[in-house]
């Protein structure tokens, strides 16, 4: 069971720094995709929370502090990109533990996604342009799509 926040003066949990800080609960069902995650990162991994936090922070922290208005442009993009190489050591892990070399098979391409021949076609002529990809049904990351 969670603990409790013990209360302050100005509703915020009291900590040992005087910081505020942000209570994040999450109680997902163990069967789900989300509970067996969550439950293997942190009952049978090291630093499970800590991991689960990295990998939060390398998808969201370059919006985030976008939203907060704090940072230059410059930091924005910089961060975005120490994002973008966060994941990409993460896909090369994922790569390596599981054998799949650097090809995508066909059963497991996603529904819409164009080629990498097409790409390089339409690189050299188009700017670059969002894309929303609808992953394939009973897909596991389906509880997911909603937030990308």
């Keep these: 069971m969670p603990r409790r926040p013990r209360e302050s003066t100005d509703d915020q949990p009291v900590n040992s720094g005087n910081k505020p800080r942000v209570r994040f609960i999450f109680e997902p069902d163990r069967t789900t995709p ?24 390398a998808f969201w922290l370059p919006f985030a502090y976008r939203h907060s208005g704090n940072y230059s442009e410059a ?8 994002s973008i190489w966060q ?23 996603m529904v819409g996604a164009p080629d990498a021949e097409s790409l390089q076609a339409e690189s050299a002529n188009t700017p670059i342009q969002p894309v929303t990809v609808s992953a394939p049904a009973g897909d596991l990351l389906d509880e997911f799509t909603d937030a990308l």
């Design 87 to 109: 994941m990409e050591a993460q896909i090369q892990h994922l790569r390596e533990e599981f054998d799949l070399g650097v090809t995508r098979s066909s059963s497991t391409e």
């Design 34 to 57: 989300n509970g067996i995650t969550y439950s293997w990162l942190i009952h049978d991994t090291y630093n499970g929370k800590e991991k689960a936090a990295t990998a939060t922070r």
């Design 75 to 82: 930091e924005l993009r910089d961060l975005a990109q120490q």
